[in-house]
């Protein structure tokens, strides 16, 4: 019996689990190679620079091994005496604005303008009625004329008693009693005449009128309304009177453009809300001081406004083209040598010889950089200095590029870093 050879069951295939894994490998070469992509542009611009300053110094070896004479490339320094606008935010006030309070006790008999009226100077505002005040009147009146009866009694009786006295009839004792009488009557008497132009001034205000020529801003009664004299918390607001023609406009001059600020200079106003017009103003007066905490000065600017356009509250911008005939001296940051020292720039002289001048930095404006001191104007400053420009070098002067020559902008806001040291 032959067994039978069987071969092992064929094993039934694996079906491998699989699983779909997030494809990173872009984002791995991004990591990987962004930095080393940055490096090179780096570097790359590194070695650019290096190349021009390296062909700019073998040009200038060239034409020196040719004229015995290192060829340099200069500005001349000059004052930035152009215009510039300055632009500051203000609001826009009445010229004149006042609150109109009741000066007498009483009600309100009836009002006669509203907002938005126009008024001249002693136009009625209101009528009052005050029945207390005309109560206290009528009793100080009564009053006045039982002292004027008693003061006649008692001038008719001193005299009398001064006749006795100078005949000796009476005694000189009686007599000082009965002057002494008619001197106290009298001042009674002028006491409540006092008292009567009191309460007749007060009374003159049951009549509210206008103080000055204006509008009507804001009114606060209606008739029948019960009114208090005085002012503030205690008294009652009638009316809110402006005077909007002229208007005014108050603004903060930086300590840096004050001195340009003076009286009777010309300034645009801009109204956004008025965008297609044109109001001119002119300053009227200034603080005369700078605000210690702001390092501002306060000025003030007025505006004609005869058609009514503007109104008092409105926000606005004041513009101012400033003038400044001693302006900064400012060269290009590349003319600049930062130094152990301090800070250089290397001057060509009258005999055409370099000489390293000391100077002091002021505002850094990015491309250009102001000298407070050691600069005078039309000096010549070299650009791009090298190392091989010693003190004392005779040196041929090339034209500067154009760009080079122009003054930095105007009111431009400085960026308060100086330029890495050569």
Known sequence: MVAELKSPPAEAPQ?????????????????????FLVVLALALMLTV????????????????QQTGKTSVQVIDVKRDSKPHELLLPGNIT???????????????????????????????????????????????RDTQKQNEANFELARVTAQRWQELAQKQVVAKQDNDTRQSGYQSSAATLSASKADVARLEDLQGFKSVIAPFDG????????VGSLVSQGSGTTGTVLFTLAQTDPLRI????????????????????????RANRDFTGKVTRTAGAIDPTSRTLLTEVEIPNHD???????????KFTLVNQDGPIAIPADAFVFQ??????????????????PITVGSDYGTFMEVLKGLDQDARVVLNPTDDLTEGLDVDIKPSPPKAQAPPPQGQQPEGQSPAGK
């Open 250 to 273: 108050f603004i903060n001059v930086p300590q840096a453009d004050s001195p340009l600020i003076h009286v009777g200079m010309e300034a645009k106003v801009l109204v956004q809300e």
């Open 94 to 140: 009445a010229n004149l604005e006042t609150t109109i309070y009741a000066r007498a006790d009483g009600y309100v008999k009836r009002w006669l303008v509203d907002i938005g009226d126009q008024v001249k100077t002693g136009q009625q505002l209101a009528e009052l009625e005050t029945p207390e005040l005309d109560q206290q009147l009528a009793g100080a």
């Open 15 to 35: 079906k491998a689990e699989t699983r779909r894994q997030p494809r990173r490998a872009p984002q791995r070469r991004i990591a990987i190679w962004g930095p």
């Open 49 to 64: 620079g290096i190349w021009r300053h390296v062909q700019l110094e073998h040009s200038q070896r060239q034409f020196a």
């Open 215 to 222: 509008t009507i801003t804001s009114r606060k009664i209606d």
């Open 308 to 318: 009514g356009a503007l109104f008092a509250g409105t926000y606005a911008q004041v």
């Open 340 to 357: 152990t020292e301090g800070a250089q720039v290397a001057v060509v002289t009258k005999e055409n010889k370099i000489h390293w001048q």
